[in-house]
């Protein structure tokens, strides 16, 4: 059974730094393309940033370039969001995802895509 647990969220204030997990288990992640999404209150979801199979192609929504990477841990199972300059727009419920479409133009959720539970991000201006 495959489960993505993510991590990290928390409140900070605007200008300050986070950097979510999301651990796999039943999968390995290296051999999928992973993703983050996020979603605010009354808002629709959102892709933020993903890397494709063996890292070969790295996306980030403008919102979030040179503020935002995402870096995988291989031996960890294990991949991150980290973000600095927050702002209080980056306010969301941020999603760790398996098994997406990636490209250079976007990232989507596919036909068997694994997700997380989620974890809760609150910018403070």
């Known amino acids: 059974q495959v489960q993505l647990e993510e991590s990290g969220g928390g409140l900070v204030q605007a200008g300050g730094s986070l950097r979510l997990s999301c651990t796999a288990s039943g999968l390995t992640f290296s051999d999928y393309t992973v993703g983050w999404f996020r979603q605010a209150p009354g808002k629709e979801r959102e892709g933020v940033s993903c890397s494709g199979w063996m890292s070969t192609i790295t996306y980030y929504t403008d919102s979030v370039k040179g503020r935002f990477t995402i870096p995988r841990d291989n031996a960890k199972n294990t991949l991150y969001l980290t973000m600095h300059s927050l702002k209080h727009e980056d306010t969301a419920m941020y999603y760790c995802?398996?098994?997406?479409?990636?490209?250079?133009?976007?990232?989507?959720?596919?036909?068997?895509?694994?997700w997380g539970q989620g974890t809760q991000v609150t910018v403070s201006s």
């Open positions: 995802a398996a098994a997406i479409s990636c490209s250079g133009s976007g990232l989507h959720p596919a036909l068997h895509t694994y």
